[in-house]
């Protein structure tokens, strides 16, 4: 466990530092008048370990031979290199590392017509018996002079090569079968596409666009770039191919341009050797004036550096280059070989120079706000390093590798007595390539450098913003680091300030496809549209989405409803028919007024229950009816207030037989009515039926089915307590659920047979002669109920929660009164109000010695 602590460490030891350390600046001079062609890629350099002693004047001699800008670059790489370990005694003693002149940098048909002439007159290397060795030759990324020079040398000349090349990582010249003893400095780019990743996820860009060369190079690039943003669900808006030939270049120029000029993309990613098309594509797109932010490796900090000052077509240039470390003495060791010549400003134009920030920002808080003048004056008055560029230390660290290499064989030639199997000089390359394999050193800067390629780790990389004042000033500054070996989501480090001081904004560009959906939206794809493209869509109903761009919405419990905007869930209010609630209210003040008034007409028949209308009217079927009403109009009640199972059942079930009740009594009125007007003296017997009050019977027998009926509804499934969360929006309604719904429609259905059975017998008894016929009453009445119980239905089943409950309620309501006003306000108001026609005279004298 300790250990693991001091690695997790040693690891944050790098960032430690960069939080308080401020990052360093870097500036070059840019040569107008330079035209020529780069020939980084076609550099050859002929390493060789001689007993000669090496001074300055000779590496003065030898700077002098290169005249193009990027040949002098690598030149004094090499030649500081070789000087530092020429100076180390601990590095072949005795010996010195020289390059031969006769490569350097040139044009491919160049290089082929010299090679021959300069190979014939080549010294051997190491072999002290003056026979011929193995060429090493220090080479650029050009595959096509690595494959020239495996012909002529294997070949023609009968020589076997070892190539060490610096510069990008080129997969074709990882091929072993074709490049057998050739090796790569430059590790593979794929911590570069990580770095580019991670900076495009830090600023929220999923839409960017891909330049790149159509080559080998290019399409390794484009898979490790593809696979991060596949799995980072960032999205290309284009991919331009330049192709390598001119001619299918031009073919294709004006389609790649308009690709780029149409594209919604502001992020636009650069990658491939400069020497090919692409590099007339990326100046192109200078003159069109096409802003974008432009992202690029390492090899492209010349061409951005160099152009225009007059055009301002781009947002800004993002260099994304494998980490290189500041080399203290590279500026005096040039200098040192001719100060006059070698001033600080010819240096600036051949390498970047780097100087602490800190020091101009008193003076110029962005470099925006520079005076070209003020700024190269004050550039000039101080002293500077010198900094590597990424092939230059490529070519440090090859000179180290292949003194450390030359190192192991003299030990191995001294120490082993080796030296029968080296006087094949074929051989000698295998073999100096078994050792330089599984060299591993630690450089005077104190970098790691493995040269076991399977055990080559990823290289941490440095973020530079490139900025061109005018006069021919460049400023580089570092901006921040991206390490692989950090945690997920801690291998990026930027430093805001110091992309503030170098942009002069705290502002980055957008560049996504689809604008963000906010929250109360998801997200939707259209048929072809990329995964980082989409449309914004308002979550359904009762669905919300607190993020952005989600993919879903997301349901609110039961219990919760949206809100309007959609963006969170609310507990919903518990509602049920309250007494406190104004339309509840008047329905209960309603039940009690009615009840009231049926209690008042009961007193009122049983005081004058000795005149003839209430004898007329069978004043104990009466009686009977007006309890029952009375019952129906409070068994609406039950269904006010907070539900609980008792409450529940009672709705129903007094509901059913209460009503059963007054309807059967009203049947039993309706037959009495029939009997008393349709039965003659010879008929005894039925005679004796209506006097012995045999109608009565109606009552019981028909109630005790509907009781029967309720038994069973609830010995099957009872009414019980159950909550309506969807009725009503933000509403959780307590209501009673009937438990067995046909159970209750049978108990309905039996309400309206009787009903319409009462209905019809008063119907044909309507016409009965007689002043006072209760048979036209009656039909009214249940001709009121059966509308009220018909209407019921449709409205019943188009309402819900709280509402279904109160149709319900008026339902009982106005069938009970329609009941009660049909049948007994007449009456009622004879007997109250017009006592005078309450008298045996008004009677028909056929009725006067009977009782109905």
């Given at each position: 466990?300790?250990?693991?602590?001091?690695?997790?460490?040693?690891?944050?030891?790098?960032?430690?530092?960069?939080?308080?350390?401020?990052?360093?600046?870097?500036?070059?001079?840019?040569?107008?008048?330079?035209?020529?062609?780069?020939?980084?890629?076609?550099?050859?350099?002929?390493?060789?370990?001689?007993?000669?002693?090496?001074?300055?004047?000779?590496?003065?001699?030898?700077?002098?031979?290169?005249?193009?800008?990027?040949?002098?670059?690598?030149?004094?790489?090499?030649?500081?290199?070789?000087?530092?370990?020429?100076?180390?005694?601990?590095?072949?003693?005795?010996?010195?590392?020289?390059?031969?002149?006769?490569?350097?940098?040139?044009?491919?048909?160049?290089?082929?017509?010299?090679?021959?002439?300069?190979?014939?007159?080549?010294?051997?290397?190491?072999?002290?018996?003056?026979?011929?060795?193995?060429?090493?030759?220090?080479?650029?990324?050009?595959?096509?002079?690595?494959?020239?020079?495996?012909?002529?040398?294997?070949?023609?000349?009968?020589?076997?090569?070892?190539?060490?090349?610096?510069?990008?990582?080129?997969?074709?010249?990882?091929?072993?079968?074709?490049?057998?003893?050739?090796?790569?400095?430059?590790?593979?780019?794929?911590?570069?596409?990580?770095?580019?990743?991670?900076?495009?996820?830090?600023?929220?860009?999923?839409?960017?666009?891909?330049?790149?060369?159509?080559?080998?190079?290019?399409?390794?690039?484009?898979?490790?770039?593809?696979?991060?943003?596949?799995?980072?669900?960032?999205?290309?808006?284009?991919?331009?191919?330049?192709?390598?030939?001119?001619?299918?270049?031009?073919?294709?120029?004006?389609?790649?341009?308009?690709?780029?000029?149409?594209?919604?993309?502001?992020?636009?990613?650069?990658?491939?050797?400069?020497?090919?098309?692409?590099?007339?594509?990326?100046?192109?797109?200078?003159?069109?004036?096409?802003?974008?932010?432009?992202?690029?490796?390492?090899?492209?900090?010349?061409?951005?550096?160099?152009?225009?000052?007059?055009?301002?077509?781009?947002?800004?240039?993002?260099?994304?280059?494998?980490?290189?470390?500041?080399?203290?003495?590279?500026?005096?060791?040039?200098?040192?070989?001719?100060?006059?010549?070698?001033?600080?400003?010819?240096?600036?134009?051949?390498?970047?120079?780097?100087?602490?920030?800190?020091?101009?920002?008193?003076?110029?808080?962005?470099?925006?706000?520079?005076?070209?003048?003020?700024?190269?004056?004050?550039?000039?008055?101080?002293?500077?390093?010198?900094?590597?560029?990424?092939?230059?230390?490529?070519?440090?660290?090859?000179?180290?590798?292949?003194?450390?290499?030359?190192?192991?064989?003299?030990?191995?030639?001294?120490?082993?007595?080796?030296?029968?199997?080296?006087?094949?000089?074929?051989?000698?390359?295998?073999?100096?390539?078994?050792?330089?394999?599984?060299?591993?050193?630690?450089?005077?800067?104190?970098?790691?450098?493995?040269?076991?390629?399977?055990?080559?780790?990823?290289?941490?990389?440095?973020?530079?913003?490139?900025?061109?004042?005018?006069?021919?000033?460049?400023?580089?500054?570092?901006?921040?680091?991206?390490?692989?070996?950090?945690?997920?989501?801690?291998?990026?480090?930027?430093?805001?300030?110091?992309?503030?001081?170098a942009t002069g904004s705290k502002k980055i560009l957008p560049s996504v496809c689809s604008a963000d959906c906010g929250p109360g939206f998801r997200k939707f794809w259209k048929e072809g549209?990329?995964?980082?493209?989409?449309?914004?869509?308002?979550?359904?109903?009762?669905?919300?989405?607190?993020?952005?761009?989600?993919?879903?919405?997301?349901?609110?419990?039961?219990?919760?409803?949206?809100?309007?905007?959609?963006?969170?869930?609310?507990?919903?209010?518990?509602?049920?028919?309250?007494?406190?609630?104004?339309?509840?209210?008047?329905?209960?003040?309603?039940?009690?007024?009615?009840?009231?008034?049926?209690?008042?007409?009961?007193?009122?028949?049983?005081?004058?229950?000795?005149?003839?209308?209430?004898?007329?009217?069978?004043?104990?079927?009466?009686?009977?009816?007006?309890?029952?009403?009375?019952?129906?109009?409070?068994?609406?009640?039950?269904?006010?207030?907070?539900?609980?199972?008792?409450?529940?059942?009672?709705?129903?079930?007094?509901?059913?037989?209460?009503?059963?009740?007054?309807?059967?009594?009203?049947?039993?009125?309706?037959?009495?009515?029939?009997?008393?007007?349709?039965?003659?003296?010879?008929?005894?017997?039925?005679?004796?039926?209506?006097?012995?009050?045999?109608?009565?019977?109606?009552?019981?027998?028909?109630?005790?089915?509907?009781?029967?009926?309720?038994?069973?509804?609830?010995?099957?499934?009872?009414?019980?307590?159950?909550?309506?969360?969807?009725?009503?929006?933000?509403?959780?309604?307590?209501?009673?659920?009937?438990?067995?719904?046909?159970?209750?429609?049978?108990?309905?259905?039996?309400?309206?047979?009787?009903?319409?059975?009462?209905?019809?017998?008063?119907?044909?008894?309507?016409?009965?002669?007689?002043?006072?016929?209760?048979?036209?009453?009656?039909?009214?009445?249940?001709?009121?109920?059966?509308?009220?119980?018909?209407?019921?239905?449709?409205?019943?089943?188009?309402?819900?929660?709280?509402?279904?409950?109160?149709?319900?309620?008026?339902?009982?309501?106005?069938?009970?009164?329609?009941?009660?006003?049909?049948?007994?306000?007449?009456?009622?108001?004879?007997?109250?109000?017009?006592?005078?026609?309450?008298?045996?005279?008004?009677?028909?004298?056929?009725?006067?010695?009977?009782?109905?």
């Open positions: 466990m300790c250990a693991l602590i001091f690695h997790f460490l040693l690891l944050n030891i790098p960032l430690l530092l960069a939080s308080f350390i401020h990052p360093r600046c870097y500036w070059r001079m840019k040569l107008k008048e330079e035209k020529d062609l780069d020939l980084g890629a076609n550099c050859v350099f002929f390493l060789q370990a001689t007993s000669e002693t090496i001074g300055r004047k000779d590496w003065n001699k030898y700077l002098n031979t290169f005249k193009t800008t990027k040949s002098r670059q690598f030149a004094f790489a090499l030649a500081f290199s070789m000087d530092e370990v020429n100076r180390n005694p601990g590095l072949l003693p005795n010996m010195s590392l020289l390059d031969y002149i006769g490569f350097g940098c040139k044009t491919l048909p160049q290089f082929t017509s010299h090679m021959r002439m300069v190979i014939n007159s080549v010294l051997p290397n190491y072999d002290c018996t003056r026979n011929k060795a193995c060429a090493v030759l220090l080479t650029g990324t050009s595959w096509e002079t690595a494959a020239t020079i495996e012909t002529f040398m294997n070949l023609l000349l009968g020589y076997q090569v070892l190539l060490l090349t610096f510069g990008p990582f080129h997969p074709v010249l990882s091929d072993q079968e074709q490049f057998p003893l050739l090796y790569q400095m430059a590790p593979k780019d794929i911590s570069l596409a990580l770095a580019i990743v991670s900076f495009v996820l830090y600023f929220k860009w999923n839409w960017v666009g891909l330049v790149i060369s159509d080559n080998d190079q290019g399409i390794q690039f484009l898979s490790y770039l593809r696979r991060e943003m596949e799995i980072n669900t960032v999205c290309f808006a284009f991919v331009n191919m330049i192709p390598i030939n001119m001619e299918s270049y031009m073919s294709r120029a004006e389609v790649h341009y308009n690709q780029i000029m149409t594209s919604s993309t502001n992020v636009v990613i650069i990658y491939g050797d400069i020497e090919y098309t692409i590099a007339l594509s990326v100046r192109r797109l200078e003159f069109l004036c096409i802003k974008r932010i432009w992202i690029t490796t390492s090899q492209w900090d010349d061409t951005m550096s160099k152009r225009d000052d007059t055009l301002d077509s781009f947002h800004g240039t993002l260099t994304f280059e494998h980490h290189r470390p500041d080399i203290s003495g590279f500026r005096n060791f040039v200098q040192t070989l001719n100060p006059i010549k070698y001033s600080d400003k010819y240096l600036a134009s051949q390498e970047w120079m780097y100087f602490n920030c800190e020091a101009l920002t008193p003076n110029c808080n962005t470099t925006k706000n520079c005076s070209s003048n003020a700024t190269l004056q004050w550039l000039m008055e101080h002293t500077f390093d010198m900094a590597f560029s990424g092939s230059s230390y490529d070519i440090y660290n090859a000179v180290y590798a292949f003194a450390h290499t030359c190192h192991e064989w003299l030990f191995q030639y001294i120490v082993h007595h080796e030296i029968s199997t080296w006087n094949n000089y074929n051989h000698q390359c295998f073999k100096l390539y078994d050792i330089l394999r599984n060299i591993h050193f630690t450089n005077p800067v104190g970098d790691r450098v493995n040269m076991n390629q399977r055990e080559k780790l990823q290289e941490e990389c440095d973020i530079f913003y490139i900025s061109n004042l005018q006069q021919g000033l460049g400023i580089k500054v570092k901006i921040g680091s991206f390490s692989p070996y950090f945690p997920h989501g801690q291998q990026l480090h930027l430093s805001v300030e110091m992309m503030e001081w549209m990329a995964t980082c493209c989409f449309e914004c869509s308002p979550c359904p109903e009762n669905e919300i989405s607190n993020e952005t761009n989600v993919d879903q919405c997301v349901m609110c419990p039961e219990e919760q409803y949206a809100n309007p905007e959609q963006t969170h869930c609310i507990d919903k209010a518990v509602v049920f028919l309250s007494y406190e609630d104004p339309l509840d209210m008047a329905l209960a003040l309603i039940a009690l007024c009615f009840t009231a008034f049926t209690a008042v007409v009961l007193g009122v028949f049983v005081k004058h229950h000795d005149t003839p209308i209430v004898k007329a009217n069978n004043k104990t079927l009466s009686y009977f009816l007006l309890i029952s009403l009375m019952f129906c109009f409070l068994c609406s009640l039950l269904f006010l207030g907070r539900p609980n199972t008792s409450t529940c059942i009672l709705q129903q079930i007094t509901f059913g037989i209460v009503f059963t009740v007054a309807v059967s009594t009203v049947l039993a009125k309706t037959i009495t009515v029939v009997l008393a007007f349709k039965l003659t003296g010879p008929r005894r017997r039925m005679k004796y039926i209506l006097i012995s009050g045999v109608p009565n019977y109606i009552i019981p027998t028909c109630s005790l089915f509907q009781v029967i009926l309720c038994t069973i509804w609830l010995g099957s499934s009872p009414p019980f307590v159950d909550i309506d969360a969807q009725s009503e929006h933000g509403h959780i309604i307590i209501v009673c659920n009937k438990g067995s719904v046909t159970a209750f429609y049978s108990v309905l259905g039996y309400l309206a047979f009787m009903a319409m059975g009462s209905f019809t017998v008063a119907f044909l008894a309507r016409n009965l002669p007689d002043t006072f016929n209760e048979a036209k009453y009656l039909t009214f009445s249940m001709l009121v109920f059966c509308c009220v119980w018909v209407s019921f239905f449709p409205v019943y089943h188009s309402t819900k929660g709280m509402v279904m409950v109160a149709v319900e309620i008026f339902s009982i309501l106005s069938s009970s009164a329609g009941m009660l006003g049909c049948i007994f306000f007449p009456k009622f108001y004879i007997i109250v109000l017009k006592p005078e026609r309450n008298s045996i005279q008004n009677l028909r004298p056929s009725l006067s010695t009977k009782q109905v």
